[in-house]
């Protein structure tokens, strides 16, 4: 039921807001070389009981890697963690790294069009070709930076969303070593008080990689799932195919729309 929500919600975007900076023929455009948008600013507050303040965490296919641009046209907001202020979310994301697009951009329209929510505040964080191991050591500043700019935004997160695992399906990761990271990597939420469910994906497509290493992770994925830690199952992004993907990887513009529409069907 939850897929085909999705794929319904990824079609009537496709059809209906959907603008791609790139057409169909044309010579690729690398978006590193396209100014990004004028920013404009917007108060962060006031809230109401209908807003969603929504955590990206995770590697590139959670940041601004996908290969089209877009601005919301619903009230959806980009927190910036550096400055800690509130823009029209516009990609590509403050708060991330990548020059190019965001699902989580994408994500907000779909909920408010939706009706779940009348505003949507996305507070991006993720780093492209992030290990679990390298969030929970050198990278682990971006939570404990994101928590202390929320803090004194008086933001409380009502989702986290955590979209990785493509980098350890690389390595040698077992599932057990993926399992106790993760849990390691929630916990520094947990600790501050911040108790927003937090999704977990099942992502380890990209590009060639050993299939028993991306079982392993996809293992390590289900297990983590722990109701005392509020961890829940996200989507399975894997199910993005190549169709989706520029080389097999980072997401295409259709690829982009049908990860924003995996999520929605995960958010409550």
């Known amino acids: 039921m939850r897929r085909q929500l999705a794929f319904l919600i990824g079609g009537l975007l496709i059809g209906g807001i959907a603008v791609p900076l790139l057409n169909l023929g044309a010579r690729p455009i690398d978006l590193a070389e396209?100014?990004?948008p004028l920013r404009v600013e917007r108060s962060c507050t006031p809230l109401s009981g209908k807003t969603a303040i929504i955590v990206v965490h995770g590697q590139s296919n959670a940041a601004n890697y996908g290969s089209t641009r877009y601005t919301a046209r619903e009230a959806v907001?980009?927190?910036?963690?550096?400055?800690?202020?509130?823009?029209?979310a516009a990609d590509p994301l403050l708060g991330t790294d990548g020059a190019g697009g965001s699902?989580?951009?994408?994500l907000g329209d779909i909920l408010i069009q939706a009706g779940?929510?009348?505003r949507v505040i996305i507070v991006p964080i993720a780093r492209a070709s992030s290990s679990i191991s390298f969030l929970n050591n050198e990278g682990a500043n971006l939570i404990i930076n994101g928590i202390s700019k929320l803090k004194a935004a008086r933001l409380t997160p009502t989702h986290i969303l955590f979209q990785q695992g493509e980098t350890d399906a690389g390595l040698t990761t077992t599932a057990e070593q993926y399992a106790s990271l993760l849990h390691q990597l929630v916990k520094q939420f947990r600790a501050e008080g911040f108790d927003a469910p937090f999704y977990l994906s099942s992502s380890t497509k990209c590009g060639?990689?050993?299939?028993?290493?991306?079982?392993?992770v996809r293992a390590g994925q289900l297990s983590a799932i722990d109701s005392a830690l509020n961890i829940q199952r996200g989507p399975d992004t894997d199910t993005i195919g190549n169709d989706?993907?520029?080389?097999?990887?980072?997401m295409n513009e259709a690829g982009t729309l049908a990860n924003a529409a995996l999520w929605a069907a995960f958010i409550n």
């Open 244 to 250: 989706g993907r520029s080389g097999g990887c980072h």
């Open 34 to 36: 396209v100014s990004p």
């Open 103 to 106: 699902f989580a951009t994408r």
């Open 77 to 88: 907001d980009n927190f910036d963690p550096a400055t800690g202020k509130c823009f029209a």
């Open 116 to 118: 779940r929510y009348d």
């Open 208 to 216: 060639p990689v050993d299939p028993t290493n991306a079982a392993a």
